[in-house]
């Protein structure tokens, strides 16, 4: 028969404490502090994963100033958090450049809302006139399905200033608002996504009036307006 004393039960006890202390039992600061230091990383990194892959261009090839874009065209504009691309000059697939177009053919048309100038307007421009006109530019950038994209637009008036400045100065091309001038390039103007020059205007999504909608000149920058059943040439982008 075992008896017990007092003593060495209390002595057992501090020993059993002191064990437990020195072996980190139950939940105590060494597994926490552990817990704590790698848990906000994990969750961060998902979460800064998750920011990142909303923010559309800075993960898509091609997303950087005269890099190719998504749909096989040219970047030549990152406005905010969008990338804007413009479709090689044979995208016709005539196997010549740029083709000519009235900009619709109900050319005495009010097409209300397609008066968008700012980058950023010409995606919605094009689909109030390609619903008013049966046939024009902005049907046939519509049409237009570069890289499998279905997703391409007439430009808007300054997102066709910025398709002029950046011909002009492919290296540091100015902002959207800032008027177009000089000459373009002389190596893109000779390479796949070179415009016409020499005379020839481009079509924009603006409307000015219902006669009358904005256009540019590549060639020495200037933007005028065209009666909507004039042929300038045409040339589709496309934003992602």
């Given at each position: 028969?075992l008896t017990?004393t007092?003593?060495?039960?209390?002595?057992?006890?501090?020993?059993?404490v002191?064990?437990c202390?020195?072996?980190a039992?139950?939940?105590?600061?060494?597994e926490?502090?552990?817990a704590?230091a790698?848990?906000?990383s994990?969750?961060?990194?998902g979460?800064?994963a998750?920011?990142?892959s909303?923010e559309g261009c800075l993960?898509?090839?091609?997303?950087a100033i005269?890099?190719i874009?998504?749909g096989g065209?040219?970047v030549?504009?990152?406005?905010?958090?969008?990338?804007?691309?413009?479709?090689?000059?044979?995208?016709s697939?005539?196997?010549?450049?740029?083709?000519?177009?009235v900009?619709?053919?109900?050319?005495?048309?009010d097409?209300v809302?397609a008066t968008?100038?700012a980058?950023?307007?010409?995606?919605?421009n094009?689909k109030?006139?390609?619903?008013a006109c049966?046939?024009?530019?902005?049907?046939?950038?519509?049409?237009?399905?570069?890289?499998g994209?279905t997703d391409?637009f007439?430009p808007?008036?300054?997102?066709l200033n910025?398709?002029c400045?950046?011909s002009?100065?492919?290296?540091s091309p100015?902002?959207?608002t800032v008027?177009c001038?000089?000459?373009?390039?002389?190596?893109?103007?000779?390479g796949?996504?070179?415009f016409i020059?020499?005379?020839?205007?481009?079509?924009?999504?603006?409307?000015?009036?219902?006669?009358?909608a904005?256009?540019?000149?590549?060639?020495?920058g200037?933007?005028?307006?065209y009666t909507?059943?004039?042929?300038p040439?045409?040339?589709?982008v496309?934003v992602?």
């Amino acid at each position: 028969m075992l008896t017990w004393t007092s003593g060495r039960i209390t002595a057992l006890v501090s020993m059993a404490v002191l064990a437990c202390v020195l072996s980190a039992c139950g939940s105590g600061e060494p597994e926490s502090s552990g817990a704590s230091a790698s848990t906000p990383s994990s969750v961060n990194s998902g979460e800064d994963a998750a920011e990142s892959s909303q923010e559309g261009c800075l993960l898509e090839k091609g997303c950087a100033i005269g890099g190719i874009g998504p749909g096989g065209g040219l970047v030549f504009l990152i406005s905010g958090r969008r990338t804007y691309e413009m479709a090689p000059n044979t995208w016709s697939g005539d196997g010549g450049q740029d083709p000519y177009l009235v900009w619709c053919n109900n050319s005495n048309s009010d097409i209300v809302g397609a008066t968008g100038t700012a980058v950023g307007t010409g995606a919605a421009n094009t689909k109030l006139i390609a619903a008013a006109c049966k046939s024009g530019a902005a049907n046939a950038a519509l049409a237009y399905a570069g890289g499998g994209k279905t997703d391409w637009f007439l430009p808007s008036k300054d997102e066709l200033n910025a398709m002029c400045n950046y011909s002009h100065n492919p290296t540091s091309p100015a902002a959207p608002t800032v008027a177009c001038s000089g000459a373009q390039d002389e190596t893109f103007e000779n390479g796949t996504f070179g415009f016409i020059t020499g005379g020839p205007s481009y079509w924009s999504s603006t409307q000015l009036d219902d006669e009358f909608a904005s256009d540019q000149s590549i060639y020495d920058g200037l933007q005028g307006g065209y009666t909507k059943d004039s042929n300038p040439l045409v040339r589709p982008v496309r934003v992602y």
